[in-house]
């Protein structure tokens, strides 16, 4: 479901409704909310493109959860990471996990950050 204004951006933790073959873990949460939110300082579009774009790629990775590549971590509870970039929102990358119900997201993050310190304590 498409979302606007402003808050949109502070209410998406709890206002977004995914399938049930989508899981999202409370910290991916946050960091989409946080992503947000930064985006929405400079463009409360952009902030709701990127919203509506997170949701898309997790539906879109739910259906078909193989093609995003596997992230190589150190981390090794997440020796099946994979990685897909956020539709329309090249330098963001979802990092989710295949289950046998469908997906679940473990974080969203910029691609700038260091993954392995991000990625370390999921």
């Known amino acids: 479901m498409p979302m606007s204004g402003v808050t ?3 209410t998406w933790n709890s206002a977004c409704q995914m399938g049930d073959n989508v899981g999202i873990r409370p910290r991916a949460r946050l960091d989409v ?12 579009a952009a902030a709701n493109r990127f919203l509506d774009a ?3 790629t997790f539906e879109l990775l739910a259906e078909s959860p193989r093609i995003g590549g596997i992230h190589l971590t150190k981390n090794r509870r997440l020796a099946d990471l994979r990685v897909f970039r ?6 963001h990358l979802a990092f989710y996990l295949e289950r046998i119900s469908g ?3 473990v974080r969203v993050v ?13």
């Open 86 to 91: 956020v539709r329309g929102f090249p330098n």
């Open 103 to 105: 997906i679940e997201i």
């Open 33 to 44: 909310v946080e992503l947000a939110t930064y985006i929405g300082k400079d463009s409360i």
């Open 8 to 10: 949109s951006v502070v």
């Open 110 to 122: 910029h691609g700038l950050r260091d993954l392995d310190a991000v990625l370390q304590d999921e």
């Open 54 to 56: 997170c949701e898309a």
